[in-house]
């Protein structure tokens, strides 16, 4: 949240974002989705070498 009050100052710092054309979009998404999977199987790759007790733990860290 603290990040979105810089917009404005960073907007009169630097001027307007470049705009971004297909190709910067779509390498974006990929990226997105890419990472994404790689962080989903190494997430549940690592649960499945925990013991149990641990496991339960480790997905209530969100606080």
Known sequence: MDGLLLIPLAVLAEGAPPTLDRAAL??????????????????FTGRKHLPAASV?????STR
């Not at 779509?26 to 997430?43: C, D, E, I, K, P």
């Not at 339960?56 to 209530?60: D, L, N």
């Open 26 to 43: 779509l390498g974006s998404g990929y990226l997105t989705v890419v990472v994404t999977a790689l962080a989903f199987a190494a997430r």
């Open 56 to 60: 339960g733990r480790s997905g209530r």
